[in-house]
């Protein structure tokens, strides 16, 4: 990401998948966040099986942070059905939870929400055929319907999206072909590529590849937590233009 003028350093990382187990042993990645960035953007999987406590534990681990949160949900934090709770947690703890909704940081505008499956471009699945299919497709477009309600609302220059699935195909390659249409959807670049964003992060393919683009030339990240490892990273840090700081930190902008 090209660096002219001032910068907001965004730190991204997902599938944590926080258990509980091991108490503390986040939080001095977290405290390098805190050093290094000036937002951290969590994209989904925070939690191993979206239960409260343990979305509580991944909270603790959240301590040593003082820069603005914002995050979406992942497929394994709505894994018990509790979502509402721990997006609630979240909310409690000063973390902004984009579900088809956006906030402005610094002059940098950030809207997000969990995404969906479905696959992608001539392998995306159509809603033809049974209820259930038809069902399945209309959430990946309910998806699809909400980043592009938060982007259209925006009025920044610099545009970040947060999802959990991924939006295209690149960044998802590494993974077993097989479960491809599980991974993400295409029907999320539409929005992207005609509202615009200068970066997209997003998470759920552990094996996939680091960086991708739309078709409109964004870029997009995988910040899959198991990936970032392997290539040596405990988070991903992009640099984006924004402009002169404002006198209040944050602006949330409501639907």
Known sequence: MEESGRAVRVAAIADVHFDGSRSGSMRELFAEVHRTADVLALCGDLTTHGRPEQMKGFVDELAGVEVPIVAVLGNHDCETGAEKECSDILCDAGVHVLDGTHIVIDGVGFA????FAGGFGRGAL??????????FVN??????????KALHQLDTDTKIVLLHYAPIEDTVRGEPEVIYPFLG??????????????????????????????????PVFNVAM???AAAGMSFRIVRVPAPERRRDREQVLTE
């Open 112 to 115: 997000g929400t969990k995404g």
């Open 126 to 135: 159509g809603p033809f055929g049974e209820r259930l299919i038809k069902d």
């Open 139 to 148: 959430a990946a477009v309910d998806e699809a319907l909400k980043i592009e």
């Open 185 to 218: 959807s295409s029907r999320l670049l539409q929005p992207l590529d005609t509202l615009g964003a200068a970066v997209v992060f997003h998470g759920h393919a552990h094996h996939g590849a680091l960086e991708g683009q739309t078709p409109g030339g964004i």
């Open 226 to 228: 198991p990936l970032l």
